[in-house]
């Protein structure tokens, strides 16, 4: 009898370990556009289809993106264009969507708002591999992102924009900005603000069809600015970003110590929310309509501890 309860013991073990197995299999099968979607659920974000010229955009928001008020614009980065150097990703989703995940931070309303041509829909005419590679900053990415964006404001009450970018999203983000005039501030976060001199810095060929902001006329006076970047960033290093940033009217540069591309802004992602609401109501008080939001503008360090 001890013997078949052994037996019958072991078997359970086994099959406990091989449904383990299987799931974590499924779950490594999953497709990137999956992964995100998944976690969009955990986060407790709603998935919705919002559509710009010829593309579908995958967007997410929070509990609060029908409410009136500011609409946080978030941004993400380029994701995976590239698998090698001479390989285009079949998928350019986010493997790591940091952008998804601050915004999960965010109390105030919200909305993630995805390219032409990630999240699953590579595949879907009239998709092509250039729109996430040269030309992930073209005027066909920026026009629909725009349209998707509009489309989404005439159906809510929101007043006003802030646009919030992660690397490649900060280019979208600045790009985006100027063609909104409810935009009252953007905000970058080792956000690539010169994509000639980024390519030219890593040794890459240019983004050619892409908009690049260095070269766009500066941003309204009346659109604060806060862009962050890490002291120890190889990707986007501060120092191909400072001078872009000085031509702006209205701009704070921080560069924060121990930071580098992806770390640690999850954890410091409160504090720079509440630097942002702190600008925010400051421009509101302001009665001239054509004066920076920003009581100091300028470059800043700021030393940081950079636990995850």
């Known amino acids: 009898?001890?013997?078949?309860?052994?037996?019958?013991?072991?078997?359970?073990?086994w099959l406990r370990g091989a449904l383990t197995g299987i799931v974590s299999l499924l779950a490594a099968c999953a497709s990137p556009a999956q992964r995100v979607d998944e976690q969009a659920q955990e986060l407790g974000l709603v998935r919705q289809i919002l559509w710009g010229t010829d593309f579908a955009h995958v967007a997410y928001r929070n509990d609060g993106s029908d409410q009136a008020g500011l609409l946080h614009v978030y941004l993400e980065g380029d994701g995976v264009p590239w698998l090698t150097p001479y390989r285009v990703a079949a998928d350019p989703t986010p493997r790591e969507p940091l952008a998804l995940e601050l915004m999960a931070q965010d109390p105030a309303p919200?909305?993630?708002?995805?390219?032409?041509?990630?999240?699953?829909?590579?595949?879907?005419?009239?998709?092509?591999?250039?729109l996430w590679t040269s030309r992930r900053y073209g005027p066909e990415v920026v026009d629909s992102m725009a349209a998707a964006l509009t489309g989404f404001?005439?159906?809510?009450?929101?007043?006003?924009?802030?646009?919030?970018?992660?690397?490649?999203g900060g280019t979208l983000a600045m790009l985006l900005a100027e063609r909104f005039p409810q935009t009252r501030a953007v905000v970058t976060v080792a956000g690539n603000l010169d994509i000639e001199r980024w390519a030219a810095w890593h040794a890459y060929g240019p983004l050619q069809g892409s908009l690049n902001p260095a070269a766009r006329p500066p941003l309204r006076s009346t659109i604060a600015q806060l862009h962050f970047v890490g002291d120890h960033d190889d990707n986007v290093p501060a120092d191909l970003m400072h001078f872009v940033v000085s031509q702006q009217p209205c701009a704070r540069f921080i560069i924060i110590d121990t930071f580098d591309h992806a770390c640690c802004w999850r954890n410091t992602w409160p504090s720079i929310l509440a630097q942002l609401r702190a600008v925010v109501h400051s421009s509101g008080d302001k009665n001239d309509t054509h004066s920076c939001a920003l009581e100091q503008s300028g470059f800043f360090r700021v030393t940081q501890g950079a636990e995850q």
Do not use: E, W
Not at 1 to 13: D, E, F, T, V
Not at 110 to 130: D, V
Not at 153 to 168: C, T
């Open 1 to 13: 009898m001890a013997m078949l309860s052994g037996l019958i013991l072991n078997k359970a073990h």
């Open 153 to 168: 404001l005439s159906r809510s009450r929101h007043d006003g924009i802030v646009f919030i970018g992660y690397s490649g």
């Open 110 to 130: 919200s909305l993630y708002l995805g390219r032409p041509c990630y999240h699953g829909q590579s595949g879907t005419p009239p998709c092509h591999p250039l």
